[in-house]
């Protein structure tokens, strides 16, 4: 075969491949995997193409892999992943190179960093960090909340549609979110109306940039929708040094990945242990401490203590 030949058989044969891969993608989607899985998996496979690799013969994953030194273990780490759902959609058996990845510890920025980037965005999205902050659920989970999922009375939100296999859990919420998640007209079943979780996060970056760069903290630049998750579950910890009442929070099933919180407690302790403590001599007093986080003590001298992690 003469080369001429051969470079045009290359882009027909990438272009056989991408056909494959939303075949692969449509046929997942059916069998209910997640909607960030799919766009996942579709750029892994993509980049596989472009690097040059044959998705039906897994030698030719092999050899690429083992010289794409400029791609992290992490990176390789999905890119299998998604490369093994496919040869196991085509039952194509193969024995894939395994790659172990060490998970960085996350960031838990202080308190107010969390306040100053939901007070510099505005609309939904001050909301929808705030629920986050608030509950710790994930972003998903947190956008497909639903007017029926909020207790009003009780001033309680449930978690009705969990990932990764996690419980539905009912937490309780302050009444100034409570009261700002009201304010919002219904128009819709979901209480927030972004499109999908990526449309979300395009729009929280594209506001956290211009609170970076109007408040002047890069720090801000560390914080993503997940850190609110790692901040409020931290919190709960240091807060009743116990597992279980994280993993309930979570609504993980076990303590595997709950006691990471434990060592970010002690990672992060932002001025260390302790406590802020406020009084209170009214109940106008009294209630806005509440809504801020602090919890009540006792009465003493006409006037009632109250107290917030540090």
Same mark, same amino acid.
């Given at each position: ?17 991408? /056909? ?42 092999? *050899? ?26 085509? @039952? ?18 202080? *308190? ?10 505005? /609309?939904? &999205? ?17 956008? @497909? ?55 979300? /996060? @395009?729009?929280?970056?594209? &506001? ?70 406020? *009084? ?10 509440? *809504? ?8 003493? /001298? ?9």
């Amino acid at each position: 075969m003469c080369a001429e030949q051969q470079t045009s058989e290359v882009p027909r044969r990438n272009l056989d491949l991408k /056909g494959a891969i939303i075949e692969f993608l449509w046929q997942i989607k059916k069998e209910n995997y997640s909607d960030d899985t799919l766009p996942n998996y579709g750029c892994s496979l993509n980049q596989l193409i472009e690097a040059g690799v044959d998705l039906y013969n897994p030698e030719s994953f092999k *050899e690429i892999m083992a010289n794409q030194n400029q791609w992290t273990n992490g990176r390789k780490y999905n890119i299998t992943k998604a490369y093994r759902c496919f040869l196991n959609h085509h @039952k194509i058996e193969a024995k894939l190179p395994k790659y172990r990845v060490t998970r960085p510890l996350p960031y838990v920025p202080p *308190e107010k960093y969390l306040d100053q980037l939901i007070a510099s965005c505005n /609309g939904q &999205m001050s909301m929808l960090l705030k629920t986050l902050k608030e509950t710790g659920a994930r972003p998903g989970e947190a956008l @497909k909340l639903e007017w029926d999922d909020i207790d009003i009375a009780n001033r309680k939100i449930t978690i009705s549609h969990p990932e990764k296999g996690c419980n539905p859990r009912t937490l309780p919420i302050s009444e100034s979110l409570l009261n700002l998640l009201l304010s919002q007209s219904r128009t819709a079943k979901l209480i927030f109306n972004y499109k999908s979780k990526n449309y979300a /996060g @395009k729009s929280f970056r594209r &506001m956290r940039k211009t609170a970076i760069s109007k408040l002047g903290n890069p720090e801000l630049r560390k914080i993503d929708f997940y850190t609110f998750r790692y901040y409020r579950a931290t919190q709960e910890y240091r807060r009743y040094k116990d597992f279980g009442s994280v993993m309930v929070l979570l609504g993980h099933k076990s303590l595997r990945y709950v006691l990471l919180y434990a060592q970010l407690s002690k990672v992060y302790e932002h001025g260390g242990e302790g406590y802020i403590c406020r *009084e209170a001599t009214t109940k106008a007093e009294a209630k806005a401490l509440i *809504e801020d986080g602090f919890e009540f003590v006792m009465d003493k /001298g006409g006037a009632s203590l109250f107290r917030k992690l540090k």
